[in-house]
């Protein structure tokens, strides 16, 4: 049977580079942020349901979407952020559920859903156990700052778009503590493998 973990984090904490291990490891993984691309690339009704919706100059004349223009906006609006969220929401989970269930198909141990918003788009129900990428909200926001060159007030603002990595933490079946250096957190989560009998899979 295979065991499908949800992993996550907050904008910062580090889920990607946890998303690698995982990948080195020969997990697999589904990334929800290549999916959320692939719904709104040309010819996708995900991009046509964002040009119904917030209008064509935010798709250049070659019909792909102005990512940077769309993220400026929902960054500082919340309410069009809300409602990006819920446009895109049913192609994103319909395209999820579809890798996952080819995943099942195949009967692999584990599968991992590296899914950012997964506690805020309710996921929860997909997964068997969820897995944390955690760091303190200071550091996540001294890490936001240097990752994308923002002002304290524009990454607080992306941190308040999310819930707080705190809340998070209290819902988590696994936290992997990402505030010390790359190899500390590989050797969570390697143990972790090793654990549950994943490691070498």
């Known amino acids: 049977m295979t065991i499908v973990l ?63 223009k769309l993220g400026e906006l929902v960054f500082s609006d919340y309410k069009a952020r809300q409602k990006l969220d819920q446009l895109l929401a049913p192609f994103i989970r319909e395209a999820l559920e579809k890798e996952r269930a080819r995943y099942l198909d195949q009967g692999v141990a584990l599968l991992v859903l590296d899914i950012p918003l997964l506690y805020e788009a309710e996921y929860q129900n997909l997964c068997q156990a969820i897995m944390l990428v955690y760091v303190p909200e200071n550091l996540q926001l001294e ?29 988590a079946d696994i936290v992997i503590d990402n505030s010390g250096s790359p190899a500390e957190t590989e050797q969570q989560v390697e143990a972790w493998l090793a654990i549950s009998g994943y490691l070498g899979h």
């Not at 904008?11 to 080195?24: H, L, P, R, Y």
């Not at 589904?30 to 046509?48: K, M, T």
């Not at 890490?143 to 933490?169: C, G, T, V, W, Y």
Request: charged share 25%; proline share 5%.
């Open 6 to 68: 949800g992993l996550t984090g907050s904008i910062a904490t580090g889920k990607s580079s946890v998303s690698e291990i995982f990948k080195k490891n020969g997990i697999p993984v589904v990334d929800a942020d290549l999916v959320a691309r692939q719904v709104v690339e040309p010819g996708q009704p995900g991009l046509q349901a964002i040009c119904n919706q917030f209008g064509s100059e935010y798709i250049f004349p070659n019909g792909v979407l102005k990512r940077k």
């Open 143 to 171: 890490r936001l700052m240097a990752r994308d060159h923002l002002r304290p007030n524009e990454a607080f603002d992306r941190m308040q778009s999310q819930i707080s990595i705190e809340r998070k933490l209290n819902w």
